[in-house]
């Protein structure tokens, strides 16, 4: 095989592969934005607030200060919000879970003021460790969704990088055939 059947060669398989690239790149950009808008369709009609900074305890300010007073719409301040109930959480019934309060509540011959207590506890928990569940969920698509946004960018960029090359590729074999046959004659002359 010659070098300008295989430069030919070569340059439209990186063609293909280059468009094939750039579709699957679009695709993910797509994906990632879809994904991104999505969560923020989901977390803003509920309106969930960080407090201001005035109304956070010392370690509220270190975990989640950077926040304050914004309204969660993305997913990185659905993590941080559910940071913050978090920590709300842990002082409900000193640190234990929903599950383990729960299960206290319902031990047999448990004083009934000591069940309701733990049975109002174990409501409390339930539902802060849903809307912690909720946020967390929506901060692990957003993070899924920017990564593939970025790697939609790599995409298309290897894939434009890679059209280039192609270019360059089918530029070369058509100079080849070009500066052959003066070869071929020069090799005649010398002959």
């Known amino acids: 095989m010659n070098r300008t059947m295989w430069d030919k060669i070569v340059s439209g398989a990186g063609v293909v592969v280059a468009i094939a690239l750039i579709m699957l790149g679009a695709a993910a950009m797509y994906g990632g934005n879809f994904g991104r808008s999505n969560v923020q369709d989901r977390l803003q009609p509920e309106k969930v607030v960080f407090p201001p900074l005035a109304a956070m305890t010392p370690d509220e300010k270190i975990q989640v200060g950077s926040f304050a007073g914004q309204t969660v719409d993305t997913g990185p301040e659905a993590e941080a919000f559910a940071r913050y109930i978090g ?20 031990v047999e011959g448990l004083d009934p003021n000591i069940a309701a207590d733990l049975s109002a506890k174990a409501d409390t928990l339930f539902k802060g460790e849903t809307l912690r569940s909720i946020l967390l969920n929506a901060y692990g698509w957003w993070t899924v969704a920017t990564i ?26 058509r100079r080849t055939v070009e500066v052959a046959p003066s070869v071929a004659t020069a090799r005649a002359h010398a002959a």
């Open 87 to 106: 920590g709300h959480l842990a002082g409900v019934n000193d640190g234990k879970t929903y599950s383990e309060t729960s299960a206290a509540a319902r």
């Open 148 to 173: 593939a946004l970025y790697v939609g960018f790599a995409l298309i960029i290897a894939g434009a990088a890679l059209a280039v090359l192609s270019f360059l590729g089918f530029r070369h074999a």
